[in-house]
Every structure is written in structure tokens, then in C-alpha cells.
């Protein structure tokens, strides 16, 4: 009896800690749908659902922000200081980040939440995902933001004036290495709503960009990083960009996305593109030394541009690394027309800091 009372212990506790979701590490095959994979998937092993964007408000100040939720099954997953399975301790961990580049007094302010600690939330079933008072969610068609931090506080209304484009065929898109995972963009929003600065409400206006990415999240063999542009036109066009960089070159599995204005899309190839760094801009808190100006060729589209940050100094400092993520101007031409526009560039890699592909989220 004391044995089978053993026994049934046994498999009662290992039953306990065992993962409750399964990871799909299988090459993407199914194309994407909608509005379905607007939503949380449980089989995917790192998800994120990132938001820029560039708003003004009554007086014509300018603010970039970014608010981006991570979320991380741990399921394959060892915690790093205990070197036990990370879901005995939690078996979803969610981090988010939001940023705030005031363009008229040259600040830049981040934060952080964890669910560690604070309350979330991912629906598998429709697009509402929350830490704490952060959220991002959709309803009718539009999406809602909330974040706040010292300083500074938004709550956005967000149309989409284009539909979701896929990032290569189906929605897949190759990381190198035999890797893949899901990508799509919204890549011209409006935005109402307001901005409180040191308790202050004002109402802003503006454009914002939407990525949403998931999967098993690999990449090539000694990949350290990658350079991602985002840029939206006053012809209407708007670019989306990736550079995945190992030591020495960007992999040819790198490229991009245009969506011209009725929101048709076509897929670049690293071949389409060269990109220029212009300067540097180091970082005096991590000492990581970023690129700080880009001279971006499209060649389908005989299109030259210049990107220029709105401030140099907008790098994050946050868990699990430090990034460089920011507001820049856009000018130059197409065709030999003049054209101008807004962006943002991520710059992934360059901190000592940074484990591309070593996410730990629990």
C-alpha cells in the first residue's frame, strides 16, 4: 500500500510539472488569417506585437512612442539562476516596453513591466493583451493603446487606414539557417487620443505603424542582431526593411515590404537595396557605438532617402538587452521628385548586453 501511495505521489507531482502548453517548432506552413492570428498563440514559442508611432499635438509638439509586448511560452525554457525548467516557476512570461521620444525638448524616456508580479493577460481568442495598466487591444476594428510611466502617459485610438500586409509568402518569413516564423504589418495607422506629460493632458494626432511576429523566433548560426527601418511617405507609400547581420555581412535572407497607397504590396529582396551608414552615435551608458544615419537605396523603386533621428540618444535599456529604438525624419527623392516622411529604426545587436535568439522572459 505505502508503495502504490508512492507511486500515485509520483505521478500526481510529475504530472504538476509537467509544461502545460507544447511548442510547434516546425517550419511555418499554413498562410496567415484574419482576424484570427491577430491573437495569442500558444504554440508559438516568442510572440511580440509592437506599435510605433509619431503624433502632434494642439501646439505642434512632436512625439515618437513605442509600446511592445513580448510574450514567451517557457516550456523549453531553464530558469538562468536556479538552472531548473523556467515553467515550474511560470510558465508564460510577458514583458513589455513603452518609450517616448519628446522631439520639441529632446527627452527620451523608457519603461518596463514584467508579469512577474503584475497582473497580464493574452487572449487566444481575440486581440487583448495586458500587463498591469499597459494594454493593447482591438475591438471593431480599432485598436486601443494604454501605457504610462513617470512623465508621461498615452491612451491612443488607433484606425488602420491600410489592411494587414503579410512580410513574405503567407505571412513567412526566413531567418536563415532553415529557420522561419510569422510577420505582418499594419503599416499606416491614424491616431487620436491624448499624451499626459507631468500630469498635463493633451490631445494629439498622428500616424503609427503595427508589427505583429511569432514563431520559434531562430536564427542563422552566428547571427548577432539585425537592423529593422520602418518608413512612412507623404506619397502615401510606406517601406518596411530588415537587415539580419552575422559578424561579417547581412544574410541573404534579409529584405523588405512596400506597400504603395491603395495598400497593394510587393516583397524586396537584399538585392533591391543598399543601405548606407552615414555616422555613429555612441552610447555613453553601455558604450555599444549604433549607426545614427542611413542613406537607403530602393532600386524598383528609384527611390533615394536619407534617415536622420530625431534625437541620437534613444537607446533602451531594459531586460533581456539593450537596443537602439527610434524616431527618425525621412527626406530625399523618387523618380527625382521630392519626397519626405516619418520612421522608426531598430538596432538589435550592438550592446555587449544583447543574446539574439537567447530571449529569457520568465
Known sequence: MKRQTALIFLFVLLTACAPRYT??????????????????????????????????????????????????ITSDDKSPLLKIPAYWMKDVGMVAHFAVTDVSDGKFRFGQKINLCSSWKADKDRYDVEIGDWSAKETGGIHELRAKMKGYEIALRLNPLKDPVPNGPGGIM???????????????????????????????????????????????????GWDWFSMQLNDGT????????????????????????????????????????????????????????????????????????????????LAPIDYWEGAVNIKGKRAGAPVMGKGYVELVGYSKKSKVGEENLE
Open 23 to 72: 511548442i510547434n517548432h516546425d517550419y511555418p506552413k499554413e498562410p496567415l488569417s484574419f482576424p484570427r492570428d491577430h491573437a495569442a498563440h500558444y504554440d508559438a514559442q516568442t510572440e511580440w506585437w509592437y506599435y510605433t508611432g509619431h503624433v502632434f499635438d494642439e501646439d505642434r509638439n512632436e512625439y515618437g512612442f513605442e509600446l511592445t509586448f513580448f510574450k514567451r
Open 238 to 317: 510606406d517601406i518596411m526593411i530588415y537587415m539580419i547581420k552575422d559578424k561579417n555581412r547581412v544574410v541573404k535572407e534579409s529584405g523588405g515590404t512596400v506597400v504603395d497607397t491603395s495598400g497593394a504590396y510587393s516583397w524586396l529582396k537584399l538585392s533591391d537595396m543598399e543601405i548606407k551608414e552615414l555616422s555613429t552615435w555612441q552610447s555613453h551608458n553601455t558604450g555599444a557605438c549604433y549607426p545614427s544615419e542611413w542613406e537607403v537605396y530602393i532600386k524598383p523603386l528609384d527611390l533615394k532617402l536619407c534617415l536622420i533621428p530625431v534625437t541620437k540618444d534613444q537607446e533602451l535599456r
Open 174 to 224: 526566413p531567418k536563415g539557417g532553415g529557420n522561419a516564423n510569422y510577420y505582418y504589418s499594419i503599416t499606416r495607422i491614424e491616431v487620436t487620443g491624448t499624451i499626459t506629460l507631468g500630469g498635463k493632458e493633451k490631445k494629439v494626432k498622428g500616424i503609427a505603424w503595427m508589427d505583429h511576429e511569432y514563431g520559434t523566433m531562430k536564427v542563422a548560426r552566428g547571427v548577432k
